[in-house]
Every structure is written in C-alpha cells, then in structure tokens.
C-alpha cells in the first residue's frame, strides 16, 4: 500500500477513535452522591430532606448533555456510618459530589471524608460550624448555629421579654451542645446579665424518661426554657413532660423541631412554642421558591418541609455550580461552588462565605392549633 494511503488509513481510524471516545464522554454518568438518614432517631428529617432532593434531580436528569445518576447511601443517623457512607459513595459509586446530610452529628464525620478525598459536598440542613470550618471542600445551604442561637435570644428578650431561661441539652447531639452555647452567649449579652441563664441540664438522646430534667427546669421558675434538641421525638417528649410537671414557661427550639412527628408526639403541650426555621411556604421571597412550591405540592400533595427546600437547593448548587464552570471534575465543581454568590435558591437568595457557609435570612415559627404557623422574618445581623 502506498504511503499516501497508509497516512489516509491512520488518520481515519484516529478519526474513529476520536469520535468513539467523544461519544462515551457525552453519556458517561455524573454520579452525586447523598448520605442522608433513612433509618435512626433522624429519619423524619432525612425523608423530608430527601423530598426535595428527588424533586431537585427529577427536574435536573441531566448536566452538560450527560446524564446525572443519584445514589442514596442510608447513614442511620451514626456518626460512624455517616463516614462510611460518604467512604462508599467516592471510592465504590465514584461521585464528583455529595450532598448531605440532616444532623450535623452525621455531616461532621461525612465532611471530614469528603474534605480528605477532595471531593466537594454541599450540606442541606447541618448547622454546626463544625461542618465546614477548615474544610475548603465543604459548604452547606443553610444558615448557622451561631445565628441561629442569637436568633432566638433576641426574640426570646424583645419579642418575648425574657429576663430568664434554662437550656436542656442533648449532651450527645454537637448540633445541641452547639446551639445550646450560642444561645446562652447570646442571651446573656442581650439581658445584660450573667446570671440570666439559671439553668443549665444535659439528657442523651434517645432517653425516654426525662422527669430529672424537667423538674429541675421547674424548679427554676425560668421565663423560658430552650430545647435545642438533636431529635424532635426527645424535645417533643421534653415539652409534654414539662407540662405536665407544670412548667409554663415558653418554650423555644432550633430547626429540628419543624417535623410532623414533634406535634403528633407532643400534643397539646407544643401548642405556644417557638422555633428558628429555614423555610416556610407561605413567606417566599424568590421566585424559584414559588415555583417549588406549586412544584412539590403537585408531586406530593402537601406543603413542603424547611428540609425539603434545603434538600433542594443543595442538590441544585451543585448542579449549577457545574454548569457555570462546565465541568464534573471534583476540583472544578469545588471552586464553582466557593464562587456562588446571590444564586436564587427556594430558601432565599444565597451566597456562599469564605468558610462555605450561607448568609441567609432565618424564619420563626409557632405551633398553633396543631400546626406550624410561620411568625417572622429574621435577616442576619
């Protein structure tokens, strides 16, 4: 064969090649990965988060004309199975991000093995600092502890007038031992007074019994008691025992609290209480979140949950993260995301700080005649 003919044969078949490689690539999966809580005391919180999610990823099947393949790794609410999810999800499931997970109990250990590995994960409800903190890898779509906590101390002192309060803690949980030292910092600066807080007593979670902590509470005659509890189940069962021991102070909580088994649990005594929350339907204040709410209440015939919303949003920051810089490479999608600045998200308008957290605006609410019923707005200091 002449020369000329060979140079014809060779550059085809690279030719060939080239477009066979090219064609893989296009439908080569983008796997994101989710360790959420399917089983365990967190459960309600992860099936709501991973309501929004599943919304999120059926209106996104695709990215950059590739398919988007979503695995679920169930981290039963353990610290240890949390990082094993995460382990799991890079090495075996090969994802380019994750997203999770409810509990910063879980999150904590997960985002330590996501950081390590170099691959970015974006938290949808974990508020500890902790999640993020040292962690160029980590971000989350929600607000934090320390703003939570300050949150419910200022309403607790201004809207309240509580001079006085007493904090039972989930000694177990580092979302409440957290949220628990921020709002005692908080409300002590805001009272002016050092000795405000009058009480202070610890459970573990999952105890069923907590008359030792309840009656101490009472005996302190506090204007309010805050619950920052790792599990609805337990502060449900704190405020129903309190009652009942005749404690009638108000009652305060942090965004574990938003789940439907907290009022089926508690019963008439969650009826006046407070909480800090990320969401609520009928406070939007983007478009996208309006669309997301005639969305969800089509597929599931409900108003949505704060955890579905943060669900959503954090499974379509990185979505759009990969967008924007037109890659599924890990490195690629994390600088993207440490990028984000005023994205249109349902729970508001995000921007990402330099520790990957959201400054956002956080939402108040009650529970009034069986149901949660949104109170205010509060926007960051």
């Not at 996501?114 to 500890?128: D, F, H, K, L, R």
């Not at 008439?268 to 309006?290: I, L, P, R």
């Not at 919303?309 to 979505?319: K, P, S, W, Y």
């Not at 995301?337 to 605006?361: F, Q, R, S």
């Amino acid at each position: 064969m002449k020369k000329l003919e060979w140079g014809l044969v060779i550059f085809l078949t690279g030719l060939l090649m080239f477009s066979l490689v090219g064609g893989a690539n296009e439908t080569e999966e983008i796997v994101i990965g989710v360790f959420e809580p399917m089983t365990g005391p967190y459960a309600a919180g992860g099936q709501m988060t991973m309501e929004g999610i599943n919304l999120a990823y059926e209106q996104n099947p695709t990215v950059l004309g590739r398919p988007i393949k979503m695995v679920l790794v169930d981290n039963k609410s353990e610290k240890v199975e949390a990082a094993n999810a995460v382990a799991r999800l890079i090495e075996y499931e090969k994802a380019v991000a994750i997203v999770g997970s409810y509990g910063s109990a879980c999150a904590i250990p997960g985002s330590e093995v996501a950081n390590e590995a170099g691959i970015p994960m974006v938290g949808c409800s974990p508020t500890n600092p902790l999640v993020t903190l040292g962690k160029p890898y980590v971000f989350r779509a929600c607000f934090i502890d320390p703003f939570q906590g300050a949150v419910m101390a200022n309403f607790a002192v201004n809207n309240l007038g509580a001079k006085t309060a007493v904090v039972i803690q989930d000694i177990a949980s580092d979302y409440a031992v957290g949220l628990s030292n921020y709002f005692r910092e908080s409300f002590i600066k805001l009272t002016g007074d050092p000795k405000s807080i009058v009480g202070l007593i610890s459970y573990q979670t999952g105890d069923q019994d907590f008359t030792a902590q309840v009656t101490y509470a009472a005996g302190k005659n506090p204007d309010v008691v805050f619950v920052p509890a790792g599990s609805y189940g337990d502060a449900a069962l704190i405020l129903k025992q309190g009652r009942e021991m005749g404690i009638t102070a108000t009652f305060l909580g942090g965004d574990t609290w938003e789940a439907p088994e907290f009022i089926e649990v508690g019963g008439e005594a969650v009826e006046g209480s407070y909480f800090s929350t990320h969401f609520d339907a009928t406070a939007v204040t983007t478009k996208a979140a309006e669309k997301f709410c005639k969305d969800f209440e089509a597929k599931y015939q409900r108003a949505p949950s704060a955890f579905a919303a943060l669900g959503f949003d954090a499974f379509n920051l990185v979505i759009d993260a990969i967008k924007r810089v037109g890659s599924a490479e890990p490195q690629a999608i994390r600088d993207a995301l440490a990028e984000t600045k005023d994205y249109e998200g349902v729970t508001g308008m995000i921007t990402l700080d330099y520790n990957g957290d959201a400054t956002k605006d956080a939402i108040i609410k009650t529970v009034e005649n069986g149901q949660f019923k949104y109170v205010a707005t509060v926007r960051p200091f």
